[in-house]
C-alpha cells in the first residue's frame, strides 16, 4: 500500500495565484510595423507571428520578447471586428494585462464569484503538441485581465526558451534586427509595474475591485499632497498581486490649477480609463537608458535645476536609514537625465519615455531598483514639473 502524505489529494490551490505576467498585449493600427518600431527602439526580439501567412484570418498578432517580458502586438483584418472599434477611439495602447495561472477557467470563475465581469468565455486552441486556455475578465475602461494556462511545449516555461507561443504562431528566423539586439542588448528584464489611469473619484472603487475581485492588497499609498504641484495633481494607491508579482499602481486625476496629465490621458483617449504606463524593470539603469537614448528613445527632459537638489535629497535619506550611497556615477546620471529617490529600504533610478504614439497616451518607464520598493514618490514633484513643460508644448495646459 502506498504512504501518500495525507494531505496529497487535500491541496487546494487559490485559483488566482498567479504565476506570472504571461503577457501584455497591444491593441495597434499596423502590428508588422510596430513591431519594428519596439524592435528598434527598445531592443525587443521580433520572435513570432501569427497573420495571414500561418492561418490567422481575423487578427495579425507579432510577438516580441526580451527577458521576461512577453508583448503580443495586435491588429485587427476586418472593420468590424470590435477591435478596429477600439483603436477608432483610443489609438494604439494596452488592451491586456494577462496573467499565467494553474487553470485559466478555475480563475476567471473565480473572479466572477468574486464580483468580477466576464469580458470573454474560456477558451482552449490546442494541437498535438499542446494547449493554450485562456477566459478574461473586465478591468478598468477598455483594459482587460486574461488569465492563461498552458500545457505540454506551450507550458510557460517552455515559452521562455523560445518555444512557439500558442498553436497558429510561426518562430521569425533571420531578421538581422533580432541579431542586432542580440548583440546590443537594451537590458529589460521584466514588468516591473503597471499604471492604469481612472475617471476622477473612481480610484477607491477601483482599489477595492482589484482586493475584491483579484485578491490583491494595498502596497503603497500616496495622498494628493504628496504628488501635486500647484499646476497638475494625481492621487494614486498601488495595488500588488498577493506574490507582488507585479504592483498595479491607480492613478485619478484631481484639482489643480491647470489640467492634470491624468485628465490630458483620458481626454485623449476617449475619456476612457486605460492603462497609462508599463514599467520595465533593469538592473543596470546607465547601460539600458544609454542604449535606448543611442536608438532613438524619446525620454522626458528633466530640469538641469533637478541635478542641484536631488543628491541632497538622496544621500539624506540613505545616510538617516544607515544605507549604503548610490553606487551609480552622479555625473553620468545627470548627463542621461536619470531620475533618482530614495527611501528607507534603499534607492531607485527611473526614467519617462515621451508618448509611444502620437496621442498623448502610453509611455514606458525604464526602472532599477536598488532595495526601494517605492515608485519614486521624491521624483513626483520634478517628474511633474517637467511633464507640464511637455504639456504646454503640445498646447494641452
Ligand atoms: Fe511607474
Known amino acids: 500500500m502506498s504512504t501518500l502524505p495525507l494531505n496529497a ?22 502590428a508588422k510595423q510596430a513591431a519594428f518600431f519596439y524592435a528598434m527602439t527598445f531592443g525587443f ?28 502586438l495586435e491588429t485587427p483584418l476586418d472593420k468590424n471586428d470590435p477591435a478596429a472599434e477600439e483603436l477608432r477611439c483610443f489609438g494604439d495602447g494596452v488592451k ?11 480563475a476567471w470563475k473565480q473572479a466572477i464569484a468574486n464580483g468580477g465581469q466576464s469580458a470573454y468565455e474560456p477558451m482552449t486552441i490546442s494541437d498535438e503538441h499542446g494547449s493554450v486556455t485562456t477566459a478574461g475578465i473586465k478591468a478598468y475602461g477598455r483594459a482587460v485581465h486574461s488569465f492563461v494556462s498552458r500545457t505540454g511545449a506551450y507550458a510557460i516555461d517552455r515559452v521562455k526558451q523560445g ?24 537590458g529589460l528584464m521584466f514588468v516591473d509595474h503597471c499604471v492604469g ?26 495622498d494628493d499632497a504628496d504628488i501635486s504641484t500647484e499646476h497638475s495633481a494625481l492621487m494614486s494607491k498601488v495595488m500588488a498581486s498577493g506574490n507582488n508579482l507585479i504592483k498595479m499602481p491607480i492613478n485619478e486625476p484631481a484639482e489643480g490649477l491647470k489640467k492634470s496629465q491624468i485628465q ?30 543611442r536608438r532613438g528613445v524619446d525620454f522626458l527632459r528633466i530640469p538641469d535645476a533637478y541635478y542641484e537638489t536631488v543628491w541632497d535629497r538622496v544621500e539624506k535619506t540613505l545616510t538617516d536609514h544607515g544605507l549604503e550611497a548610490v553606487k551609480e556615477d552622479y ?5 542621461l537625465g536619470i531620475l533618482v529617490d530614495a527611501d528607507d529600504e534603499g534607492y ?29 514618490k521624491g521624483n513626483f514633484k520634478a517628474l511633474f514639473e517637467a511633464l507640464e513643460l511637455e504639456q504646454d508644448r503640445r498646447g494641452n495646459l
Open 264 to 293: 490630458e490621458y483620458l481626454e485623449w483617449h476617449d475619456m476612457t480609463p486605460g492603462v497609462q504606463h508599463l514599467a520595465l524593470r533593469s538592473n543596470d539603469a546607465l547601460q539600458s537608458v544609454a542604449e535606448l537614448r
Open 96 to 106: 491586456d494585462v494577462a496573467f499565467t495561472v494553474e487553470d485559466a477557467e478555475a
Open 197 to 222: 489611469n481612472v475617471d476622477e473619484g473612481k480610484m477607491n472603487e477601483w482599489v477595492q475591485w482589484y482586493e475584491d475581485v483579484m485578491g490583491f492588497a494595498m502596497f503603497k499609498h500616496f
Open 45 to 72: 526580439r521580433i520572435h513570432q507571428v501569427a497573420d495571414l501567412t500561418s492561418g490567422s484570418r481575423d487578427r495579425a498578432r507579432y510577438l516580441l520578447t526580451q527577458g521576461n517580458i512577453r508583448f503580443i
Open 9 to 30: 489529494t487535500e491541496t487546494t490551490t487559490d485559483p488566482l495565484s498567479l504565476i506570472d505576467v504571461d503577457h501584455v498585449r497591444f491593441f495597434v493600427g499596423n
Open 348 to 376: 531607485l533610478l527611473q526614467l519617462f519615455t515621451m508618448p509611444l504614439q502620437d496621442r498623448p497616451t502610453l509611455f514606458f518607464e525604464i526602472i532599477c531598483r536598488r532595495g526601494s520598493q517605492s515608485f519614486g
Open 331 to 335: 555625473d553620468r546620471i545627470a548627463e
Open 163 to 186: 518555444s512557439l507561443f500558442e498553436p497558429g504562431y510561426r518562430t521569425l528566423d533571420h531578421l538581422a534586427l533580432n541579431d542586432y539586439n542580440a548583440a546590443n542588448p537594451c
